[in-house]
């Protein structure tokens, strides 16, 4: 690297300083002094181009999803950032460590309108974890170390450092420390272990405990701990969406997702219990359904590293602030107690057994949960899967038996269609050695579809594969069911779509097309054959839906699509 003159150099001195391994990042004018200077330093990081601002910090989440680290965005004022409040929105709800570097207009233009000028500030407060802008070049270290420190401890999230152009280019003439302290920033990890015995206790007088896992077991880590506490206390384990992989989906205890589109098992065994011990999820709408119907009748302990998560949505009757993976450790080291919950496990597994997840096999296309089975078999479970949003993506929570963390990737609060093309791309980058699965819809993929030029650029084999019915599908079913079958702008046939398999070869990109299921075994042998990336037009049935299915406003036992064996 060489030597450090300018504001942009100590920047990219910090970025290393923090081990920044890929930066996503798209040129622009008030970031012009940024891009020259990586030109200039060729510092030990990628510097990733997407072909949109969208793309860019999408592609962050899915590495950080993925590998745990900060996902680095850097854009341009203006249409810029812009361009990224959808992604910083899905990466707050979504608690995912993201540190978005912007340009700006020079500081002394800031307030006139100054062409592609916006106030970064005001739109990024309330969708992100914490914003700053530079005032001066003293600034840099200790602000670059700060934003690091926010996004990647407590609940993670999206920290934003606009960056005026004049502080880009100004020249440095000393050594800035990057020191900090932030006194009003104290995370609290560490359980209170008089709460930590009362979930013992409350574990002790249970007949019908369960436990859930949402995305916090994964972002701290704690999915070997989880494991270790349910061999010590055998009981039934749900997750969310964004806790699939937290604990093995093929394990016999895992119920598998609970929710509007959960397992019939996972919801009556939160209904029925007595104590529901949620580790890391955020009861948001989703999971419960109406309220009143919520684990009626269960004690509810609230583990959770934000404090604003404890009885916001479903009050905790055992409120443990602290990581997951520390709150774990604290309940393993305690004395065991003796518990017994056999019946109990054996009723959950006699509900799974009785009412599985069920699906129908068509003559002419191809069943889209059985496809997502093979695809399941064909990669041992193991590989990233990536999704998009919709209809597919539920199957992909059903269908895909992940036992491993940080190998599911979704947009789950936003539920941004858009996401997965960008996010497979990240999870890649993050991890060259892992297989990633993409399942996007044919309307999702079309948000974001220029990001096949980057997948080409860097030669990433992620295996697209597109449940294509021609239709908006949750939009459709929703249509279908509850507004007396209206398909108001959600039908995609009759030459709406393009051909993806021209489109691919544009890209320079393999491409096959499916439409039988006799066709899918070989198939999938060519595709995971070969290390590049091909993109698979899956051609499945527009009515299919995605049961079960709770309604909204009803209870999660009020399920639709409910079939016995």
Known sequence: MKPVHTGSDLLIKSLLENNVEIVFG??????????????????????????????????AEGYARTTGKPGVVIATSGPGITNLLTGIADAMLDSLPIVVLTGQVAAGVIGTDAFQEADVIGLTTPISKHNFQLHSIEEIPSTVNKAFHIATTGRPGPVIIDIPKNIAETIIKEDYSGDFHLPGYQPNVKPNIRQIRRVLEALNQAQRPVLLAGAGVISSGASDRLYEFIDRYPMPVVNTLQGIGAFPGTHPLSLGMA????????????????????????????????????APNAKVVHIDIDPAEISKNVKADIAVVADADEALAALLAEAPIEVDFSDWIQIN?????????????????????????????????????????????????????????????????LG?????????????????????VLFVGDG??????QELATIRQYNLPIKIFILNNETLGMVRQWQELLYEERYSQSMLNNGLNPDF?????????????????????????????????????????????????????????????????
């Open 26 to 59: 798209y040129p622009g004018g008030a970031v012009l002094p940024i891009f020259d200077a990586l030109y200039q330093q060729k510092p030990a990081f990628k510097n990733i181009l997407c072909r949109h601002e969208q793309g860019l910090i999408h592609a």
């Open 259 to 294: 929710g509007m589109h959960g397992t019939y098992a996972a919801n009556e065994a939160i209904t029925q219990s007595d104590l529901l011990i949620n580790i890391g999820a955020r009861f948001d709408d989703r999971l419960t359904g109406n309220l009143a119907g919520f």
């Open 349 to 413: 597994q006699d509900n799974a057994k009785e009412y599985p997840l069920w699906f129908n096999h068509h003559e002419e296309l191809i069943s889209p949960q059985w496809f997502i089975r093979q695809v399941s078999k064909k990669t041992n479970n193991e590989a990233i899967v990536v999704t998009d949003v919709g209809q597919h993506q539920m199957w992909s929570g059903q269908f895909y038996d992940q036992t491993k963390p940080n190998h599911f990737v979704s947009s789950g609060g």
């Open 416 to 436: 941004t269609m858009g996401f997965g093309l960008p996010a497979a791309i990240g999870a890649q980058l993050g991890n060259p050695d892992e297989t990633v």
């Open 444 to 449: 999702g993929i079309q948000m974001t579809i």
């Open 501 to 565: 398999l021209a489109l691919a070869a544009s890209y320079g990109i393999k491409s096959l097309q499916l439409t039988k299921e006799d066709q899918v075994e070989k198939a999938l042998d060519e595709i995971f054959a070969k290390p590049e990336p091909v993109l698979v037009d899956v051609r499945i049935p527009t009515k299919e839906k995605v049961f079960p299915m709770v309604p909204a406003g009803k209870s999660n036992h009020e399920m639709l699509g409910v079939k016995p064996l």
